[in-house]
């Protein structure tokens, strides 16, 4: 896995959050298990949010190809690599184990103990990377570089199709009733 694509995977999962300022929790319990009604709103909300987001995502996809948001992402993109590697000085080499470990793990298709032993490793630098990468996006100028393409993002999904502006109104209200629900 290269430093570039954390970055790129980074970033494609907080363009697919940056329509909600915090992921909603998790669904929790079937229905049939929930006998607080309270616990059914929220799992009726999280849905409905889930349902606005998948209409959301081809406006997404189109907002994300729109060349000033390509350029701010390019941009986020590059800033993030570079503070990766000031947090983790080692990122290129791990980057290089990681493909390499991918090869061997290939070559020792017949030796479950070996790829065992490959995965492993791949599991812990591929840790590490996922640390920094964290650590990098929690620095007060890449989470200020973010928002700035939150904004940008959702400005171009509303140009890109007028229903989105509707939409996301609708989820900022969902997701504002869940987290009072929450007690957030």
């Given at each position: 896995m290269s430093l570039r694509l954390i970055a790129l995977s980074a970033l494609l999962s907080l363009a697919s959050t940056a329509l909600a300022q915090q992921p909603t929790p998790g669904l929790g319990p079937a229905p049939e298990q929930q006998q607080d009604p309270q616990a059914q709103r929220a799992q009726q909300l999280q849905i409905e949010i889930?349902?606005?987001d998948q209409q959301l995502q081809p406006t997404q996809q189109k907002a994300l190809e729109a060349p000033e948001v390509k350029s701010k992402e390019t941009e986020i993109r590059e800033a993030l690599i570079a503070e990766i590697q000031k947090i983790e000085p080692d990122a290129k080499k791990h980057e290089s184990r990681l493909e390499a470990l991918q090869a061997e793990m290939q070559a020792k298709s017949e030796d479950p103990e070996a790829q065992q032993a490959l995965l492993n490793e791949g599991r812990q630098i591929a840790e590490k990377l996922q640390g920094a990468q964290q650590q990098?996006?929690?620095?007060?100028?890449?989470?200020?570089?973010?928002?700035?393409?939150?904004?940008?993002?959702?400005?171009?999904?509303?140009?890109?199709?007028?229903?989105?502006?509707e939409l996301l109104a609708k989820r900022e209200k969902l997701i504002g009733e869940l987290e009072q629900l929450m007690g957030g």
């Amino acid at each position: 896995m290269s430093l570039r694509l954390i970055a790129l995977s980074a970033l494609l999962s907080l363009a697919s959050t940056a329509l909600a300022q915090q992921p909603t929790p998790g669904l929790g319990p079937a229905p049939e298990q929930q006998q607080d009604p309270q616990a059914q709103r929220a799992q009726q909300l999280q849905i409905e949010i889930m349902q606005i987001d998948q209409q959301l995502q081809p406006t997404q996809q189109k907002a994300l190809e729109a060349p000033e948001v390509k350029s701010k992402e390019t941009e986020i993109r590059e800033a993030l690599i570079a503070e990766i590697q000031k947090i983790e000085p080692d990122a290129k080499k791990h980057e290089s184990r990681l493909e390499a470990l991918q090869a061997e793990m290939q070559a020792k298709s017949e030796d479950p103990e070996a790829q065992q032993a490959l995965l492993n490793e791949g599991r812990q630098i591929a840790e590490k990377l996922q640390g920094a990468q964290q650590q990098a996006l929690a620095q007060p100028k890449m989470k200020e570089r973010l928002d700035a393409f939150e904004t940008l993002l959702i400005a171009e999904m509303k140009k890109a199709d007028p229903k989105a502006k509707e939409l996301l109104a609708k989820r900022e209200k969902l997701i504002g009733e869940l987290e009072q629900l929450m007690g957030g």
